[in-house]
């Protein structure tokens, strides 16, 4: 697989051995990520998600050491190093190295990884309600990409393709749709495209936020509001 990693001022063709059982990410999870596309030497909305990444590693109790325009260099620099015909998966990624039940914030690192992942043909795809929800936000660090709430979704996922289906809608504590459980979820009928309002309980997604602007750019009338079954 091609791919690069950067971490401590240095970029490598493999993966840096970082952490181990002492470590803080090891065993408490303080990790917080963020996932951006490389196509073509192009890399849509990098700014954003490194702002969002440093956005969740506050959320986390983290103290990240870069501003979003240098994480956004660093993972353009990073697709430059790739071959330009593949389509990266781009993961600046901060965990903290050191802390008991909570993070040392001065012990913050940073790493990059960036890798040929081909983005997903377009077409249907199956999908299901799933039996879990995502949490509230004074249950779980909501307002962070943190890979603490991912098991969550990994449960739900296997749940679903169990069942022969490819994905599942989730909803929200208060049983309302909230998202699929891979993406931000969209219905559109009658010309007007409808998605669930942000309330906290999932992520406000770069791609989301993106798509509203192109579609009202376009003059598509969009909604954002409770969404239920």
Not at 22 to 28: D, G, I, R, S
Request: glycine share 8%; aromatic share 8%.
């Amino acid at each position: 697989m091609d791919a690069v990693f950067f971490h401590d001022g240095k970029w490598y063709d493999e993966q840096p051995l970082l952490i181990g059982p002492m470590n803080h990410a090891f065993w408490m999870s303080s990790v917080v990520f963020d996932g951006a596309r490389g196509m073509g030497g192009l890399v849509p909305d990098v700014e954003e998600h490194s702002a969002r990444l440093i956005n969740s590693a506050n959320n986390m109790m983290l103290e990240p050491d870069m501003e979003a325009g240098e994480i956004a260099e660093l993972c353009r620099e990073g697709v430059r190093r790739l071959p330009k015909d593949i389509e990266c998966y781009i993961r600046p990624m901060y965990f903290a190295r050191e802390g008991f039940l909570v993070p040392e914030a001065d012990s913050t690192e940073f790493v990059l990884a960036v890798y040929d992942n081909p983005i997903p043909p377009e077409g249907p795809f199956k999908v299901c309600m799933s039996s879990r929800r995502r949490p509230a936000r004074d249950m779980a660090p909501t307002t962070a990409k943190a890979s603490c709430l991912y098991p969550n979704t990994s449960l739900a996922l296997a749940d679903a393709a169990k069942r022969g289906f490819d994905n599942a809608v989730v909803l929200d504590p208060n049983g309302n749709v909230a998202e699929f459980l891979s993406a931000n979820l969209w219905i559109v009928r009658d010309g007007v495209a409808f998605t669930p309002a942000i309330n906290g309980t999932f992520l406000n997604g770069v791609t989301r936020q993106r798509t509203i602007e192109l579609l009202r750019a376009d003059g598509v009338d969009v909604v954002e509001g409770t969404l239920t079954i």
